[in-house]
């Protein structure tokens, strides 16, 4: 069982930057890749960036490359996403989730989700 808690959320204007937290419960959390998926309203949740096991491969949405970092430290258990040059449209709810398989950018491939952070930028 792994436990996810995000923070780091709020309201930026366009341009700015925010810097996500995704804490981790458990001894285990090394054997998970983690993942950050956001959801605007009135749309479906969708994959953006996500990090492997030890941390040496990364993975990024089209529409956040070049902005968005993922990041973790596993002796923290923590994941992180630093977010540069927001836009209006990447405003939305960010979670944190945990996988144990190697399919990285698919929602149902993954096994554990946090309760999300709001992330609001302005224009």
């Known amino acids: 069982q792994v436990q996810l808690v995000e923070s780091g959320g709020g309201l930026v204007q366009a341009g700015g930057s925010l810097r996500l937290s995704c804490a981790a419960s458990g001894r285990t959390f090394r054997n998970y890749a983690m993942g950050w998926f956001r959801q605007a309203p009135g749309k479906e949740r969708e994959f953006v960036a996500a990090i492997t096991r030890g941390g040496l491969n990364t993975y990024y949405a089209d529409s956040v490359k070049g902005r968005f970092t993922i990041s973790r430290d596993n002796a923290k258990n923590t994941v992180s996403l630093q977010m540069n040059s927001l836009k209006p449209e990447d405003t939305a709810r960010y979670y944190c989730?945990?996988?144990?398989?190697?399919?990285?950018?698919?929602?149902?491939?993954?096994?554990?989700w946090g309760q999300g952070t709001q992330v609001t930028v302005s224009s």
């Open positions: 989730a945990a996988n144990r398989g190697n399919v990285y950018s698919h929602q149902a491939e993954y096994d554990y």
